[in-house]
């Protein structure tokens, strides 16, 4: 079964930096990324990054965050730079397997809170 590990996340002020780690048991997912959540609102993805190294950002972080990962650790990292207050939100770790019938795993959250 495939489980997430998720560390970082906290507490800073705007203008601030904070990391994220992920690290999912299992092998060969195809997509790993980040979505986040803020209360009262949908989530949305974050980032996310192929085996191959191509990554994808949302345009609200673009410039401020950086998504990695170690296909080797199987594990997902989301440096942030230069945090907003509108960062604020639970964000969720999750890894992809397959193609032609994808899954998605999920990890439990990691709240990420910064204040003005």
């Known amino acids: 079964q495939v489980q997430l590990a998720e560390s970082g996340g906290g507490w800073v002020q705007a203008g601030g930096s904070l990391s994220l780690s992920c690290a999912a048991s299992g092998s060969s997912f195809n997509v790993m990324g980040w979505y986040r959540q803020a209360p009262g609102k949908q989530r949305e993805l974050v980032a996310n990054?192929?085996?191959?190294?191509?990554?994808n950002y949302a345009d609200s972080v673009k410039g401020r965050f950086t998504i990695s990962r170690d296909n080797a650790k199987n594990t997902v990292y989301l440096q942030m730079n230069s945090l907003k207050p509108e960062d604020t939100a639970m964000y969720y770790c999750?890894?992809?397997?397959?193609?032609?019938?994808?899954?998605?795993?999920w990890g439990q959250g990691t709240q990420v809170t910064v204040s003005s």
């Open positions: 999750y890894a992809r397997q397959g193609i032609l019938a994808p899954r998605n795993y």
């Open positions: 990054i192929l085996s191959s190294g191509t990554t």
